[in-house]
């Protein structure tokens, strides 16, 4: 079981970045993941995941926005998370929250043990710690 905290109202600004950049920049089969983070100082750093022809190469949009943040002098994060748009094909209107894949997840953790992830747990948006969700995925490998 994951230990897992409600979000407040600067977490839901958060998502709302994390859809804005998405919203503004997708483009099927090129961009359709948007992340934000806000770092420790408050600041808030948007960037959609990079595709590539081949899949190994693509940049995931989690990995994007702490890159953003690093190269703006940004070095440490309180909260960070990823959305995913909708394709042309699918019947769905809205982004959705989606968990960090098991890189990021790496990454995040590297780069701060005690920056929270949003996620989506039980049908409900919460934040849990990266590194002990991470720690966690090791032996669950998904969030229920
Ligand atoms: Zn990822």
Redesign the pocket.
């Known amino acids: 079981m994951l230990n897992v905290r409600s979000l407040e109202n600067e977490d839901y600004e958060l998502v709302k970045e994390a859809e804005k950049v998405i919203e503004h920049n997708y483009r099927y089969g090129r961009h359709h993941i948007g992340a934000a983070v806000r770092s420790k100082s408050g600041r808030i750093f948007s960037a959609v ?1 990079v595709e590539a022809n081949v899949g190994r190469i693509a940049v ?4 994007m926005a702490i890159g953003k943040s690093i190269s703006e002098g940004e070095h440490e994060f309180e909260t960070i998370v ?1 959305v995913a748009h909708p394709h042309p094909h699918e019947d769905i209107e809205q982004c959705w929250v989606v968990s ?6 790496e ?1 995040i953790s590297d780069y701060g043990k005690d920056t929270d992830v949003i996620i989506m747990y039980n049908g409900e948006l919460v934040k849990c710690n990266a590194w002990s969700c991470y720690r966690k995925s090791i032996l669950v490998m998904s969030y229920k």
């Open positions: 995941h995931c949009g989690e990995a990823a960090p894949c098991g890189m990021c997840r990454l």
